[in-house]
C-alpha cells in the first residue's frame, strides 16, 4: 500500500505505462516474480489458487513506467473451469496488455509451454519465464533458453528464480524491449479485438493434444530429451518420499491431526509468555501516563486517552504476538505444500457433508481472515460447492477472534481446561462448518458436487525471506486495522460510554471529614468510585443500548456490559475485546486485570456463552461485504447473518442452561 | 435385398455360396458389371463409349475386360459395339451390388459411419474383404440385428450414446470393451486396466481416456494424454481419492474420475523393459 502511493507520487514519466501482464499455470511462480518485479509482497503459496484476484504493481524501468497485473493461474485460456481462471483469460483476451510475461515452471515445463504456444498463437507479444532454476539445477537440468527462444520464434526468455528475486534485472530489460518492439510495431499491433476474435475459433481437443506434443518436443529441445520423455520412468523425489508418510492412507490424518496441533500450539502455548510481556508494558505505560498527567487537567481528553485508546486499542493488542504466530502458522502451511496434501486427506470426509478437499484451502485460509478464505472458493469450478463453502468460512475462527478467545478462557476456566476449550472450540467451529455445509446441500443448494481434481506441488522448504515477508505483511496489515478502524470504532465506544455523562449520583460522596462513623462500608472512597463510575456508564448511550437489549440476550446470561460488547463485535470481532476493555478502564481505577474483572463480574456459564456466541454470531461487516459480492447477491450475505447469529443464539443459549444446570451458573 | 443369402456361419460352406463370386473374377471385372448395371438400370445402352467415360479409363481397356468376361459368359459382347449382361451375368452383378448394400448397411447401421464414408468405404471394401470375413461380418450384422433385444441390451443403441458423448469405449458397466469409437485417434488398442486397478507404485502407460468432455479436456490439459506414465502413487485415507504421478506432476483427483484413465503394463508396451529402466536419470 505504501509502495504504490509512492509509485503515484512519483513523476510521471512521458510516455505512457506499459501494461504487463503475468500468466502462466497456477503454482508456476507468477506472484513471486510480480514481488520480485515491483517490491510488493503480494501472497505466494505453494500451492494451486493463491491468487484470485487481478492484482496490480508498477515499477520503474529506464525512464518508462510499467504497470504489471498479476493474474491467477490457469491451464489454457480456452475452457476455463472456475472464476479465477474466467478472471485470467478474460484479462488476457478483452484487457489485451502491451506485453505478457509467460512464467512457467522448469519442473513441468512441456505441460506449461502448452500455454505458451496458446498465448503465441493467439498473437501476445510474449516474454517467456523459466522459474524454479534453483530446483531445475538441483535436479540436474540444464535449459538452454537460446533453445527454446529459437524453437518460440525468436520470443526472449529469461530464466529466474523468483522468490528470491533472482533475474529480475534481464526480466526488466527484457520486457522492455519486447514493449519496444511492439511500439515500433504499434501498427501491427493486435487491436483490442483480434486476440478476443481468435478466441471464438474453435479449439478442439486435437488442437490441445497438438500443442501439447509441440510443447514436448520443445521442452525436450531446451532440457534434453531425457529430462522431459512422458514415457520413461519416474524418478522418485524428495516429495514423492515425504508423500508416501505424510499423505499415507492410514497415518496420512495423523500427521493431517499432528499439523492442524502445530498450528494450535505456535500460535497459543509460544504465544502465551509474549503476550504476557506485550500486557505488562501496556499497564506499565497506562500507569505512567495516569500517573503524569493529573486528574484534573482536561480530563475527557485524559478519559479518552487512558480508557479509550490504552484500554479499547490496547486490550486487542495484548494479542498481537498471537495473531502473528497465526499468521505464520498458516503462512507454513502455505508455503511448504502441505495445503493442497490437507485437501487430498480430507476430501473424503468433506464428501460427506456435500464440500470437496479443495472447499479446505479456504477454510485454511479462514483461520487467518474470513474475507481471504472467502475469496479463495473462487477456485472451486462448482458454483453451489462455492457458495456452501463460502457460507461456512465465518464459522472456522479467524484471527480476529483469537483475542476474544484469550481473553474469555483464561477468565472463566481453571488452567486444565483451558488447553481443551481451544482446542473444543476450533472443532466446534469446524463441525458447524460441516453440519451447515450439509444443511445447505440439502437445503438452497441441492444438486451434484463438483470434481474434485487438484494438482499437488512437490514440497518445498519454506524461504526464510518470503515466510518473514509474508507474516511481515499480515501483521502490518493487522496493525493498520488495529490503528484504523479499531482506534476509531474504540474512540466511538469509548463516547457512547462515557457520554451523556452523570452528574448526579445516588451514591454520596465520601464524607469530607474523616473515616465515616457506621452507616455502611460504602465509606471506602475507592468503592465508592467504582459504583459511581458503573451507575455513570450505566447512564451513558451505551449502558441505555445495552440495557434496551437486556431482554434479548437476558437467556445468554450476559448483562447490559456484555451487550455493548456485542455491539462492537458486529464492525470487528476484536472489537468485543475493546469494548469490554473500555468499560474496565472506565468502572475500575485499580490495577485488577480484565480477565480477573470478568472472572469476578459473570459465572464460568457465562463466560462459556460468550465464548459460543461470539464464535458463532454475526460475521463482521468486512466478512458480509465480501460474501455480497462474491456471491453476486445481497440475497447470500443476508442469509449468512441471519443464518449465522440464530445458531450463535440458540447455541449459546444452550450452552448457558446447560452450564448452568452442571453448576457453573451464578 | 436387405438380407445376405447366407447360411448361419461356421458349417463347411457349399461349392459356391450365392453371395460369392467367381474367384477367377477379378476386382476391376466386378466393376465393370456393376457399371453395366448402372448404365442398364439407367435405360440406356452400355456402348463401350459409356463404360470407359463411367469408369474413366481408355476404351481398348475396357474392351479387353469386356473380351474377358464374355469368355467367362457373363456378357454378350459379339456386337462389339454394345454390351448386354448374359442372365448370369445379371446374377452376378446382382451379387456383387447385394454385397456392396450390404457393406454400406453394415457401415451405416452398426458402426453409425456417416452416408458419404459409408459409400466411400463400401466400394473399397467390397473387393478387398475376402469371402471369410465378408462371411463373418454378415453372420455378425444378423446376430447384432436380431440378438440384442433377447439378451436385454441394445448394444448398437449403447454404442450410440457412446459415440454422441465422444467416450471411446461402451457405455454402461462394461468397461473393459474392445470397441472403439470416433475417439479412436486419441486410443489405441488394448485398453488395458484402469489406474484405481494398479498397485500403489505401480504404473503405465496411457491408453485410453474416458470422461465426460469437459473433464476429460481438464484431463488432457494437465498432461494425461495416451501414451504418458502415469503411476498409481496412493490413495487417500478412506480409499478416495487417489492420487497421480506424472512426468513433472502430482496430481490427484476422485476414484470415479480415475477409472476412466486405462493403461497398458509397460511390459506389454515393451518400451521400458527391465533394460530401459535403468536409463533413470541421475
Ligand atoms: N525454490 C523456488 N521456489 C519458488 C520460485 N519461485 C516461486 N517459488 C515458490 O513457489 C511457490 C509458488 O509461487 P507463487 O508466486 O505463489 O505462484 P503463482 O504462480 O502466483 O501461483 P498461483 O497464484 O496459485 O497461480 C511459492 O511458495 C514461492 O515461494 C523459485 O524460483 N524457486
Ligand atoms: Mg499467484
Redesign the pocket.
Known sequence: MRLRLCSRSRPRPVSPAVRVALA?N????????LNALTGLRHR????????VDVREGSYEFNGRLYEVV?L??TYSLEAPRSEDERLARNYLLHRSPDVVVN?LDLGNLARHLALTLELLERGFRLVVVL?????ARRSGMAPDPQALSEALGGVSVVV?????GVGAAQLKAAIASAAAAGDIAAAARPAAGAAAGAATRDDTEAELVRRLARARLIAALTLGSEATDPAGPERETLSDRIDRVVAHRVWGLFFFAAAMYGVFWVTFAAGEPLAAGIEAGIAALAAAVGNLWPEATAPLLRSLLLEGVLGGVGSVLVFLPNIVLLFLGVSLLE?SGYMARAAFLVDRLMRVVGLQGRSFVPMLVGLGCSVPGIMAARTLDNERDRLATMFVVPLVPCGARVPIFLLLIPAFLPQTLRAPALMGVYLLGLGLAAATARLLRLTALRGSAGVFLLEL?PY?W??LK?IAGQVWTRASLYLQKAATVILLFSIILWGLSTFPQKAEFTVDAPPAGGPAGGLDSVADPLTIARLRAAEALEYSFAGRLGRWLEPVFRPLGFDWRLNTALIGALAAKELFVSQLGIIHAVEAEDTDSLAEALRATYPPATGLAALVFTLIASPCVATLAVMRREAGRRRWAILQWVVLTLAGYLLAAATYQVAGLIGLGA | MARIERRPTGRPSPERSPTEIPPALSESLEDYLEVIRGLRAEGRVARVRDIAARKGVRMPSVASAMKRLADEGLVDYRTREYVDLTPEGEQAAERVAQRHAFLKRFLREVLLVSPATAERDACALEHSLSPETLDRIAGFYQYIKGCPRGVGRDIVGEFRDCCASGETGPAGECHHGQARGPGAAVADYPCGRSVVELREGEGGRISRLRAVPEIRRRLVELGLLPGTRVELEGVAPLGDPVRLRLRGCRLCLRREEAEGIFVENEADGGLDGPAGGGAARL
Open positions: 502462466g497456477p503454482n508456476s511462480g507468477k506472484t513471486s516474480v505466494v503459496g505453494n500451492y494451486p489458487g493463491v491468487t498479476d491467477p493461474g512464467v522459474n524454479f532454476a534453483d530446483e529466474t528464480e523468483g522468490h528470491r508455503d506441488p518445498r519454506p524461504s518470503v
